[in-house]
């Protein structure tokens, strides 16, 4: 898992740079922890794929040397819809609104590159009056109705055959991380806006910086090949050809959004969150030394109430349920995965070939533990648990 930091010679994939640090090593992990399988065999037999985290020192960019793109199939089983948490809801409409009013995105044209199942640009539509496309492989028509017009849908993965799709307000949302040659995508996307200086840009990422203090091991998953904090997200935009308008933390500090304008030539670091390299470094040391404690921690836990006949539950199916699972290799300690997602009740987690049932399976399981794959929903979670009469150990990764 956690390995000496090695020095490789290897290309880093934001600025090109060698002499990147390798951290952190995970070995046989499902490829994809999205995509949703239809039996527990074959959920089991799933393709995996290892993890070698390295660290930039010159742009702070952190990716996956061993990320092989030809074992990513993202298509409508690759399950992220997040839009039934009220908390998650709370947050878009927050979201969308700061865009339509800080940049006057009203009666406007709207691209959204991964747009996953539509609902952020559907919602930023309505709430504008905008018109939009959205571009996205596992898009899944008819699912979400609205009474907005003027927008559609491409279900394939963006590329120069869209260069052609522009838009007065261009995003893309949790997807960037999923990129391996970052550098190159985003030279695509500056193509793709041209020299409108009117267009802005908007891009949403998790922080690894987050993840890295956190030991968060949970949030490390072979489809985020790439990660990024404040800093080397806004130098990654600027070598692109951006001018960085506004680069902040949001969600609970757990997501990093950036606002940006195409440039004609260079633009210089506005923003004191750019200086982080220092601060990346030692951040990057710190995951080393710590993660071994905290996965042994979480490992530990869950051995132990195994083994005491405490019933355990994971609350949330998603990438983080199968990280943890995988990484601890701890699924015999786990019998009750839920989540309030109803298109993923019934379909199997790759890798460990746990089944997904609704919340209200609980009632009968009662479970003795329940963990929560994401902090910021405990107080919902902690809510229909004793709207169920239930009222378990409730604990947060």
């Given at each position: 898992?956690?390995?000496?930091?090695?020095?490789?010679?290897?290309?880093?994939?934001?600025?090109?740079?060698?002499?990147?640090?390798?951290?952190?090593?995970?070995?046989?992990?499902?490829?994809?922890?999205?995509?949703?399988?239809?039996?527990?065999?074959?959920?089991?037999?799933?393709?995996?794929?290892?993890?070698?985290?390295?660290?930039?020192?010159?742009?702070?960019?952190?990716?996956?040397?061993?990320?092989?793109?030809?074992?990513?199939?993202?298509?409508?089983?690759?399950?992220?819809?997040?839009?039934?948490?009220?908390?998650?809801?709370?947050?878009?409409?927050?979201?969308?609104?700061?865009?339509?009013?800080?940049?006057?995105?009203?009666?406007?044209?709207?691209?959204?590159?991964?747009?996953?199942?539509?609902?952020?640009?559907?919602?930023?539509?309505?709430?504008?009056?905008?018109?939009?496309?959205?571009?996205?492989?596992?898009?899944?028509?008819?699912?979400?109705?609205?009474?907005?017009?003027?927008?559609?849908?491409?279900?394939?993965?963006?590329?120069?055959?869209?260069?052609?799709?522009?838009g007065d307000l261009v995003m893309?949302?949790?997807?960037?991380?999923?990129?391996?040659?970052?550098?190159?995508?985003?030279?695509?996307?500056?193509?793709?806006?041209?020299?409108?200086?009117?267009?802005?840009?908007?891009?949403?990422?998790?922080?690894?910086?987050?993840?890295?203090?956190?030991?968060?091991?949970?949030?490390?998953?072979?489809?985020?090949?790439?990660?990024?904090?404040?800093?080397?997200?806004?130098?990654?935009?600027?070598?692109?050809?951006?001018?960085?308008?506004?680069?902040?933390?949001?969600?609970?500090?757990?997501?990093?959004?950036?606002?940006?304008?195409?440039?004609?030539?260079?633009?210089?670091?506005?923003?004191?969150?750019?200086?982080?390299l220092d601060q990346l470094a030692?951040?990057?040391?710190?995951?080393?030394?710590?993660?071994?404690?905290?996965?042994?921690?979480?490992?530990?836990?869950?051995?132990?109430?195994?083994?005491?006949?405490?019933?355990?539950?994971?609350?949330?199916?998603?990438?983080?349920?199968?990280?943890?699972?995988?990484?601890?290799?701890?699924?015999?300690?786990?019998?009750?995965?839920?989540?309030?997602?109803?298109?993923?009740?019934?379909?199997?987690?790759?890798?460990?070939?746990?089944?997904?049932?609704?919340?209200?399976?609980?009632?009968?399981?009662?479970?003795?533990?329940?963990?929560a794959m994401n902090p910021i929903?405990?107080?919902?979670?902690?809510?229909?648990?004793?709207?169920?009469?239930?009222?378990?150990?409730?604990?947060?990764?």
């Amino acid at each position: 898992m956690a390995t000496r930091a090695t020095r490789v010679d290897a290309a880093c994939q934001a600025c090109g740079g060698r002499d990147l640090i390798v951290f952190y090593e995970v070995h046989g992990i499902p490829v994809h922890s999205c995509m949703l399988l239809e039996s527990r065999e074959a959920a089991l037999a799933f393709p995996t794929g290892d993890l070698r985290l390295a660290f930039c020192p010159k742009c702070g960019f952190i990716g996956n040397l061993a990320y092989d793109e030809s074992l990513q199939g993202y298509a409508p089983g690759y399950e992220e819809q997040q839009s039934f948490s009220p908390r998650f809801n709370e947050f878009s409409t927050s979201l969308a609104t700061r865009l339509i009013d800080r940049y006057g995105i009203r009666g406007k044209h709207v691209v959204e590159i991964g747009c996953g199942k539509g609902d952020f640009l559907m919602q930023l539509c309505e709430l504008g009056n905008n018109s939009g496309v959205g571009i996205d492989p596992s898009y899944v028509p008819g699912r979400r109705d609205s009474a907005t017009g003027g927008v559609r849908f491409i279900q394939d993965f963006y590329s120069e055959q869209y260069a052609g799709v522009r838009g007065d307000l261009v995003m893309c949302r949790h997807t960037l991380e999923h990129i391996g040659d970052v550098r190159e995508f985003m030279h695509r996307v500056r193509r793709t806006v041209g020299d409108r200086g009117d267009t802005i840009v908007f891009f949403e990422v998790p922080d690894v910086q987050r993840v890295l203090r956190e030991q968060a091991f949970w949030d490390i998953y072979y489809e985020h090949c790439s990660y990024f904090s404040l800093g080397s997200l806004a130098r990654l935009f600027r070598a692109c050809g951006f001018d960085v308008l506004d680069l902040a933390k949001e969600y609970d500090d757990q997501y990093l959004v950036l606002d940006a304008r195409p440039s004609a030539g260079p633009t210089s670091a506005r923003f004191q969150a750019e200086n982080d390299l220092d601060q990346l470094a030692e951040d990057v040391a710190q995951f080393q030394t710590n993660f071994r404690a905290r996965a042994d921690h979480w490992k530990d836990k869950l051995r132990a109430d195994h083994q005491a006949g405490r019933r355990t539950a994971i609350w949330g199916s998603g990438s983080k349920c199968v990280a943890f699972l995988s990484t601890l290799g701890a699924r015999d300690f786990v019998d009750q995965i839920v989540d309030i997602n109803p298109y993923r009740h019934g379909r199997f987690l790759a890798g460990s070939g746990k089944q997904i049932q609704s919340p209200q399976s609980l009632r009968e399981y009662r479970p003795d533990v329940v963990i929560a794959m994401n902090p910021i929903y405990k107080d919902e979670i902690r809510n229909d648990l004793e709207s169920m009469g239930l009222k378990p150990e409730l604990l947060a990764v």
